[in-house]
């Protein structure tokens, strides 16, 4: 047998062997967190909630190849639907679970809102107009006191149960972020593959092809601001039930552009990448914290030594959650 033939006969054994790896490193920290100090825990939950953000805006950016830069706004729409639902503010104190569904049901709304004027925008100009829609929506936040409690936000949250089973220890969270992060993945990777899917693809490589193919690039586009808003707002409500509190301050443009961070550092349009993508912009600062006066240079530089070494991600697109199975199970 010659070199190339032993090569190509070593590369699908030690694919498999890394899907193994990353398989086994995953059920491994998934066993190991419930018995992790309470600390460890809420910063896993804030790496799950930051993947299920960028599962949300994979959407936009990574299966349509549309730049949002106002993402943030949705996530806020669904923390201020818990927090408004959920406490003396308005004195409803509806289930948890009712919530979810009215959360979800606004984000859409809001998503379908938002697209509606930027239809006919790409680029530059439609980040420009997201980045806006983002900020009039936390300017809102911050002035309505009435409603939402300006500055202050809204503190004393109802605790979060479903079927009277009560979720308020960092590690009901958990289990509860875990699940919604696997069926939300489930449903990104499931469309990605649908007709729909082929309709985004196809307008993020050439509008105007779609469009002479017989696409209806209105509708589709639509669907795509519709689903990611309402992912993210199922993750505000999780992030206000967990916190019992909301304020403006979680809802800023850096809040954006950090997801964002995630999705092109992981690797756009890949389940997986994102996951990487917010290891390292989540877990890093953490591990790195006893060096508060260099880590965010440290992050910095990291950034742009992987954007150059790994122009298409960490995880490329063509590696995603189907090829990791394939892998896994010898197809």
């Known amino acids: 047998?010659?070199?190339?033939?032993?090569?190509?006969?070593?590369?699908?054994?030690?694919?498999?062997?890394v899907a193994f790896l990353v398989f086994a490193v995953a059920i491994a920290l998934i066993a190991a967190t419930p018995?992790?100090?309470?600390?460890?825990?809420?910063?896993?939950?804030?790496?799950?909630?930051?993947?299920?953000?960028?599962?949300?805006?994979?959407i936009v950016i990574g299966y349509t190849g549309l730049l949002d830069l106002g993402?943030?706004?949705?996530?806020?729409?669904?923390?201020?639907?818990?927090a408004l639902l959920?406490?003396?503010?308005?004195?409803?104190?509806?289930?948890?679970l009712v919530i979810?569904?009215?959360a979800a049901s606004l984000g859409a709304i809001t998503g379908i809102l938002l697209g509606i004027p930027v239809l006919r925008l790409r680029g530059d100009y439609l980040a420009i107009v997201t980045l806006g829609f983002g900020e009039i929506v936390r300017i809102i936040i911050n002035n309505v006191d009435w409603l939402t409690g300006g500055p202050k936000g809204i503190a004393r949250l109802d605790k979060a149960s479903i079927l009277g089973i009560q979720i308020a220890r960092p590690v009901d969270f958990f289990w509860l972020l875990l699940v919604v992060v696997l069926l939300a993945g489930l449903v990104a990777w499931r469309?990605?593959?649908?007709?729909?899917?082929?309709?985004?693809?196809?307008?993020?490589?050439?509008q105007d092809a779609a469009r002479g193919i017989g696409i209806n690039t209105t509708n589709a586009k639509l669907a795509a601001f519709a689903t990611s808003a309402t992912i993210g707002s199922i993750a505000g409500?999780?992030?206000?039930?967990?916190?019992?509190?909301?304020?403006p301050e979680s809802f800023t443009l850096q809040e954006s552009v950090l997801?964002?961070?995630?999705?092109?550092?992981?690797?756009?349009?890949?389940?997986?990448?994102?996951?990487?993508?917010?290891?390292?912009?989540?877990?890093?600062?953490e591990v790195l914290r006893e060096f508060a006066e260099w880590r965010i240079l440290f992050l910095g530089l990291l950034m742009i030594f992987l954007i150059i070494v790994r122009p298409a991600g960490i995880v490329p697109r063509s590696f995603g959650p189907d090829k990791l199975i394939r892998r896994l199970f010898g197809k």
């Open 237 to 247: 409500a999780i992030f206000a039930a967990s916190q019992r509190f909301v304020s």
């Open 86 to 96: 959920a406490s003396p503010q308005l004195d409803l104190h509806l289930p948890f």
């Open 35 to 58: 018995f992790l100090p309470n600390y460890y825990i809420r910063v896993i939950d804030s790496l799950l909630i930051y993947i299920l953000l960028g599962i949300g805006l994979n």
């Open 1 to 17: 047998m010659s070199v190339a033939e032993s090569l190509a006969a070593a590369r699908p054994r030690s694919s498999r062997a």
């Open 100 to 102: 979810l569904l009215v």
């Open 259 to 285: 997801i964002v961070l995630m999705i092109v550092i992981g690797g756009i349009g890949n389940i997986l990448g994102i996951v990487a993508g917010a290891a390292i912009l989540i877990l890093l600062p």
């Open 71 to 82: 993402f943030v706004a949705f996530y806020a729409v669904g923390a201020y639907s818990y």
């Open 191 to 206: 469309l990605e593959r649908s007709i729909l899917g082929k309709a985004w693809a196809a307008i993020r490589e050439d």
